[in-house]
């Protein structure tokens, strides 16, 4: 069993600043890529941007040069800076990971899913 808490969503102006951060727990061997999505109602969840194990970033369109991806291996989480934030970035923010189980021939990848944390703006 492996679990994903996300936390850090609120209510922020436009043009603010929110950190995301989101906890890995549980057993596991490793964990792959790490990724935020995010749902607005009545849209489709979308990737906001994911990060390797070792590093390397992704990003939407939509959120380059304002989102920053980060993760501590050692500790399990992955963070999502966002700043100057507009309104349609508001939506419920998940966060996402490949764990692996297990290693070398007996490794096997599947993934997860976080419970959500809503973030709004609004002035």
């Known amino acids: 069993q492996v679990q994903l808490v996300e936390s850090g969503g609120g209510l922020v102006q436009p043009g603010g600043s929110l950190r995301l951060s989101c906890a890995a727990s549980?057993?596991?061997?490793?964990?792959?890529?790490m990724s935020w999505y995010r749902q607005a109602p009545g849209k489709q969840r979308e990737l906001v941007g994911s990060?390797?194990?070792?590093?390397?970033?992704n990003y939407a369109d939509s959120v380059k040069g304002r989102f920053t991806i980060s993760r501590d291996n050692a500790k399990n989480t992955v963070s999502l800076l966002m700043s100057r934030l507009k309104s349609e970035d508001a939506a419920n923010y998940y966060c996402?990971?490949?764990?692996?189980?297990?290693?070398?021939?007996?490794?096997?990848?599947?993934?997860?899913w976080g419970q959500g944390t809503q973030v709004s703006v609004s002035s």
């Open positions: 996402h990971a490949y764990f692996v189980s297990g290693s070398g021939h007996g490794a096997i990848e599947y993934d997860h």
């Open positions: 549980g057993s596991f061997f490793s964990i792959n890529t």
């Open positions: 990060i390797t194990r070792g590093g390397s970033t």
